[in-house]
Nanobody
Framework: QVQLVESGGGLVQAGGSLRLSCAAS????????MGWFRQTLGKEREFVAA????????YYADSLKGRFTISRDNAKNTLYLQMNGLKPEDTAVYYC??????????????????WGQGTQVTVSS
């Protein structure tokens, strides 16, 4: 089992950058694929990015490619999401999640068993 805590959210102007972190507890962090999702009020949780347990495989929502970068440091039990060129439509609560299945990380939220509490990102125009 793994517990997840996100940090790094905040208020930023359009065009700015933020780096989100997700600190994981538990010695099994390194075997989980990890993902980032986001959600705005009244909408479904949306896939943002995912990364394999080794970090060799990364996957992004098509609309976010080139602006967002997912990475992980297994030695530090930490997942990251670097967000550049932020837009007002990126405003959401961002969640990290752990996918215990083997194979390619999922883009489907229901495949993820463990979730953080979320961190708010607000982008002003």
């Amino acid at each position: 089992q793994v517990q997840l805590v996100e940090s790094g959210g905040g208020l930023v102007q359009a065009g700015g950058s933020l780096r989100l972190s997700c600190a994981a507890s538990g010695r099994t962090f390194g075997i989980y694929a990890m993902g980032w999702f986001r959600q705005t009020l009244g909408k479904e949780r949306e896939f943002v990015a995912a990364i394999s347990w080794s970090g060799d495989g990364t996957y992004y929502a098509d609309s976010l490619k080139g602006r967002f970068t997912i990475s992980r440091d297994n030695a530090k039990n930490t997942l990251y999401l670097q967000m550049n060129g932020l837009k007002p439509e990126d405003t959401a609560v961002y969640y990290c999640a752990a996918d215990p299945r083997l194979g390619q990380p999922s883009i489907v939220q229901y495949d993820y068993d463990y979730w953080g509490q979320g961190t708010q990102v607000t982008v002003s125009s």
